[in-house]
């Protein structure tokens, strides 16, 4: 879109300036794992994450960043653009987003419990011991992270989050961080599935404080079927952490490129194709 000047690419978004208080978001199909990009494009996928997002803007109505997904009124976009931003992307208010991820996490499971068994850190720095696996905590604690620009995001404690946002600011993260998640935790439960774990992001628009960027979809949350649910076990997941299982089995650092020659064993001379 040359038209639209390119402000930033994410792991999954690419986004454009409309003008000085808007931006367009776009979801691509792109799938990434640790914070890297994978080569294999996922149809649609990105139509799936903005859909989700919409809902949950629109079943949670807290404050965020959508205006609209009718492109009709931005400039510099003809009839094919449109068609192919059809369902993938949204018109936002820019914001000044807040440097952490904002973590809630309702049971103990992936890089949080590879920590609170290998003895503990800054996800797990106040829960009990005893834990098991994939077990429902007592009360939904909030974990926040950095947000790396390259590389990975890192998980940081309670103190160190205070110092880089101010208590105030925390406070009030923490407090809508965990009452999104716990109405929409409520909202998935009726629905025979569990959301154990989530990620958000806020930014400040006009001094008021957004929830911005996606909310609640595959990519940021980890979704379970109620009936697989078992503690001290591995649960099925509705998200991508099938994906991270089997990239745990291949032969890479984790560090890009997350080219198919360093991944796949045994098929050095051209990459694999999904089934």
Request: charged fraction near 30%; charge should be negative; hydrophobic fraction near 35%.
């Amino acid at each position: 879109m040359p038209a639209l000047p390119h402000i930033a690419s994410g792991k999954v978004r690419e986004i454009y300036q409309i003008d000085s208080e808007h931006l367009l978001f776009v979801a691509t199909d792109r799938i990434s794992a640790y914070d890297v990009i994978l080569p294999q494009l996922i149809p649609d996928k990105g139509r799936v994450l903005t859909g989700l997002s919409l809902y949950f803007f629109d079943l949670l109505d807290t404050p965020n960043h959508l205006v609209t997904v009718d492109l009709g009124g931005v400039d510099g976009l003809d009839d094919a653009d449109r068609n192919d931003l059809e369902g993938r992307s949204m018109v936002v208010r820019r914001a000044d987003v807040v440097p952490v991820e904002c973590v809630v996490r309702g049971y103990l499971y992936g890089s949080s419990w590879r920590e609170y068994r290998d003895g503990g850190g800054p996800t797990t720095e106040h829960l009990p011991s005893g834990l098991r696996l994939a077990e429902r905590l007592d009360e939904p604690i909030f974990t926040p992270a950095t947000k790396a620009q390259t590389g990975h995001d890192e998980n940081i404690t309670e103190e160190e989050t205070r110092a880089l946002v101010g208590d105030d600011l925390y406070e009030e993260l923490r407090e809508r961080s965990i009452d999104i998640y716990l109405r929409a935790a409520g909202h998935a439960a009726e629905r025979g599935v569990i959301l154990a774990d989530t990620k958000f992001e806020f930014g400040f628009s006009d001094g008021e404080l957004l929830l911005v960027d996606e909310v609640l979809t595959p990519d940021s949350s980890r979704y379970w079927p109620a009936d697989r649910w078992s503690p001290g076990s591995e649960v099925p997941s509705f998200d991508k952490q099938y994906v991270r299982e089997w990239l745990e089995r291949q032969p890479w650092d984790k560090t890009p490129p997350a080219r198919w020659y360093r991944l796949w064993s045994g098929l050095p001379r051209s990459p694999p194709r999904w089934p």
